[in-house]
């Protein structure tokens, strides 16, 4: 998990000197009705170490890392710490609910469709899953707010500002769930498609014809040979669809005013924030390990076959 | 008969008299209650602090919370009068280099301290003499300021090294807030992340890009204001989500600008629910280019590119489409000291005639042996309103004189990075060639436009060098008569048109489209103008 993390890092930080422009520049110009001499902006760029070696800069902040201090942000002077516990619980939430969403709208339609193989039902599934795939969740956001305009006259839209579940639950809802069925429909598609494939691939193993011959009742074949052996795939693909909508959910945070991890990570990439975004990219790496790794313990727990040493 | 008469006129004496006693309307009208909620079109303010930044994007979420010493006049539309803020009254020497602001007694900072002349002189300080570190954006306008002392504790007086009729303009500014003295002696940079001043609201909330909240602060020093019980301020970057909260009701006001399109579907999507008010804005919209390369070293041809341009017709097609409308030099269009519009169209490419201007166009350029059909880039930012329409614009027009124009847009950091090329490195191969370019001002004073234009300027992108416009800046910010400083206006517009190191293709044009039930806002030409909210007051019985 480290050194994946410790890479990652080192990269990102070479990969955004390369970038133009200098961060204290894009900062202080604002709108351009301000005149900064050279020797402030010198000033400014020695306050957050800028004019260091780049090798310099990138050893203080893992230095500050491993204390966990991410450092200040260089275009708002706070603890990145501070913008970031702003952005990820929203950002967890989204991805929490679109995950919730698209499992169980997945697993059982995707079952379904294994099992109703080429009739009707199978392929208003499979158009339903297409459609999902074909259709960017921006898109989805978009067609979502114009047409909740349309239906209530324009006498009504979601919160663009959001509060957190635990102080506004309502409020919060009503503002996240736009986002979560945008997100979680394309999501659900995959895992849908996933699920009918591998069910269908299970279905034909020995094991369940054995079951089938010595008179199991269907309901525990599916339920407890079929679905249990064929999930395996289909977490993964969920387990990294999760970790996705963690960090790349950039267009419909801003379609739906989300100052979340993928809004944060466009703004700080933009005007050359090292900080923030060197922040970010240790925390959404982390997030793909430890999702990884928790799908690996999912693996064993439903597969006993699989033990790790 | 007479008793009759006399009795009419009794009676109508009382009729005048009750009249005249009667409050106006307006005045009788304002309600007070109601929570404001707008949006603030930007990713996020960068610092708190209005000393330091330069941006909307700081002014509307903080302006509620902050007084000024003098503002623009707020009640009237054109941001033509100053008045006092937290100063009660001023006065001026009569060589002009004294003046003395007197400022009210009872002022309650939100921490329930006093506000005295030391606070409007410790901010002050900050803003024209900052201490090493800190950084002020408009220390370089404050230039003329000798000193600045209390004699007492409501009186602060600026003298000022030499008269400047600038120097007023720019007191006006609406960054410049004033700070408790106490907090900054603890910690200058305080303001760059909290919120604590003697504003009409007082800060409940901020959340950093999301949100920002104040509730009404009791003791504001204005008797009555604010009318309103609190402010939200939604921070948006995306034009879909304030106009879909502008429609919706969530939000009552977006105080940046929407463009024509916007406001056609707002109007369109509920009828008789919105205000429209517009202004000519004080932005110009410039082209810079670059008289490092060739062929652009040739002043014939940055002339035949400002020639080429059709600003009267573009004026008419791309206010349609664009926020962008007025013909203007480098003065704000219609200020006393600017140019009449018989005047301007005097200047080189500012004529009516368009055929006749392109065809000098083609002379010029032929003359400085530029072929039909040269290809260069224009730089431009990846902004639709205005910037990469006008630039859309800019290119139809260059082609009509046989010119191939490929517009290159690039990030924000991209466009600055081009721009801010130190003058060694403008010769090279990757500085651009053409670059669109802006100048957007705060208050309304042609000093201050024409500032930028100067070669010292730091936001001189085009990095020329000419003594003669340096001189003429000098000359005006120190003349006190306003007709011979209109004159020196007029020889610096004429001399940058002639030596086209940059030229204006239209101002920028302002409408705001805010609810029905929010009154008491006037628009002015700047975004970043009247944003302290003091007057404005909500009829949610409408």
Redesign the interface.
């Known amino acids: 998990m480290f050194p994946t993390m410790f890479f990652v890092s080192v990269v990102v930080f070479f990969l955004m000197q390369m970038?133009?422009?200098?961060p204290v520049?894009?900062?202080?110009?604002?709108?351009?009705?301000?005149?900064?001499?050279p020797e402030?902006l010198t000033?400014?760029r020695e306050?957050y170490g800028l004019n260091d070696h780049p090798v310099i800069q990138f050893t203080n902040w893992m230095f500050g890392v491993v204390q966990l201090d991410f450092g200040v942000s260089i275009?708002?002077?706070?603890r990145v710490s501070?913008?970031i516990a702003?952005?990820l619980p929203l950002s967890f939430q989204i991805a929490i609910m679109s995950t919730l969403l698209a499992t169980l709208l997945a697993i059982p339609l995707g079952t379904l469709a294994a099992l109703r193989q080429d009739t009707w039902v199978d392929y208003l599934i499979r158009i339903f899953s297409i459609a999902g795939i074909a259709t960017p969740g921006f898109f989805l956001g978009?067609m979502m707010?114009i047409g909740i305009?349309v239906i209530?006259n324009?006498?009504?839209?979601p919160?663009?500002?959001?509060k957190p579940i635990w102080v506004d639950p309502w409020y919060n809802l009503s503002m996240l769930i736009w986002p979560a069925l945008a997100t979680g429909y394309r999501y659900s598609a995959v895992a849908m498609r996933m699920t009918r494939s591998t069910v269908l691939e299970v279905l034909r193993e020995d094991y369940i014809r054995t079951a089938r011959a010595k008179g199991l009742v269907e309901k525990i074949i599916i339920n407890r040979h079929a679905l249990t052996n064929a999930m395996l795939p289909v977490i993964t693909v969920i387990g990294i669809e999760f970790a996705f909508l963690i960090g790349g959910l950039v267009v419909t945070e801003?379609?739906?005013?989300l100052?979340g991890i993928g809004?944060?990570f466009v703004?700080a990439v933009?005007?050359?924030d090292y900080m923030v975004v060197q922040a970010l990219v240790l925390i959404v790496a982390f997030v793909f390990v430890f999702t990884n790794f928790f799908i690996d313990i999912l693996y064993a727990w439903l597969d006993p076959r699989i033990r790790y040493a | 008969m007479l008793i009759r008469q006399l009795f009419t006129a009794v009676l109508v004496s009382l009729v005048a008299f009750g009249i005249a006693l009667m409050p106006t309307s307006d005045a009788n009208a304002q309600k007070r209650g109601g929570i404001l909620t707008y949006m603030i079109p930007s990713k996020g303010a960068a610092s708190l602090d209005g000393h330091k930044e330069t941006s909307y994007a700081t002014i509307h979420p903080t302006a509620p919370f902050y007084s000024l010493l003098i503002q623009v006049d707020p009640s009237k539309p054109g941001a033509k009068e100053l008045v006092g803020d937290l100063a009660k009254s001023w006065t001026v020497s009569s060589d002009k280099k004294t003046y003395v602001f007197k400022i009210h007694k009872g002022v309650k900072f939100h921490d329930g301290s006093d506000m005295t002349s030391r606070d409007a002189l410790a901010s002050w300080n900050k803003i024209v003499f900052p201490p090493q570190g800190i950084l002020s954006a408009r220390k370089a306008m404050f230039s003329m300021v000798d000193t600045i002392t209390t004699p007492d504790s409501h009186t602060i007086v600026f003298k000022l090294k030499f008269a400047s009729p600038a120097f007023i303009w720019a007191m006006a500014m609406p960054f410049n807030y004033i700070y408790s003295a106490d907090v900054l002696a603890k910690n200058m940079r305080y303001y760059e992340t909290k919120i604590m001043g003697t504003g009409a609201f007082k800060l409940v909330e901020y959340t950093p890009k999301v949100r920002i909240r104040g509730e009404r602060f009791d003791q504001y020093f204005k008797p009555g204001r604010p009318y309103m019980d609190g402010i939200i301020g939604i921070f948006s970057p995306k034009q879909n989500v304030y106009v879909a909260a502008l429609e919706s009701g969530r939000a009552y006001s977006m105080f940046r600008g929407l463009p024509p399109q916007a406001v056609k579907d707002l109007l369109k999507a509920r009828p008789g629910e919105f205000v429209v008010q517009s202004s000519t804005w004080n932005c110009a919209l410039n082209i810079t280019p670059n008289s490092y390369k060739k062929p652009f070293d040739n002043v014939k041809v940055r002339r035949a590119l400002s020639l080429a341009l059709d600003r009267w017709g573009g004026s008419r097609y791309l206010s349609k489409r664009a926020i962008v409308k007025t013909v203007g030099g480098v003065v704000f269009p219609g200020h006393p000291l600017a140019p009449s519009r018989r005047q301007l169209q005097t200047l080189e490419g500012y004529g009516t005639n368009v055929k006749k201007n392109r065809e000098k166009a083609m002379q010029l350029l032929k003359e400085a042996g530029v072929p039909r059909g040269f290809k260069f880039t224009l730089n431009n930012r990846t902004t639709d309103q205005p910037y990469k329409i006008v630039g859309i614009w800019a290119v139809d027009q260059w082609r009509q004189i046989g010119l191939e124009v490929k517009q290159k847009v690039l990030p924000t950091s991209k466009f600055w990075a081009a721009l801010r090329r130190p003058k060694s490195r403008m010769t090279e191969k990757g500085a651009f060639t053409v670059s669109i370019d802006f100048n957007c001002q705060a208050v309304v004073n042609p000093t201050v436009d024409i500032s930028k234009y100067i070669p010292s300027s730091g936001a001189n992108y085009g990095k020329y060098d000419d003594d003669v416009l340096e001189r003429l800046y000098n000359e005006q910010l120190r003349e006190p008569d306003f007709d011979k400083q209109k004159a020196l206006l007029w020889d610096f517009q004429k001399r940058l048109t002639d030596q086209a190191w940059t030229f204006s293709t239209l101002w920028w044009h302002r409408t705001i489209v805010h609810n029905r039930r929010m009154k008491g806002w006037n628009i002015t030409p700047s975004h970043y103008l009247n944003m302290g909210l003091v007057d404005v007051w909500l009829d949610l019985d409408k």
């Open positions: 970038i133009p422009g200098d520049e894009l900062k202080m110009l604002g709108d351009g009705s301000g005149d900064f001499s402030q000033l400014e306050r275009l708002t002077d706070r501070e913008d702003i952005a978009i707010i305009l209530t324009s006498q009504w839209a919160p663009f500002d959001y801003q379609v739906f005013n100052a809004n944060l703004t933009e005007l050359k």
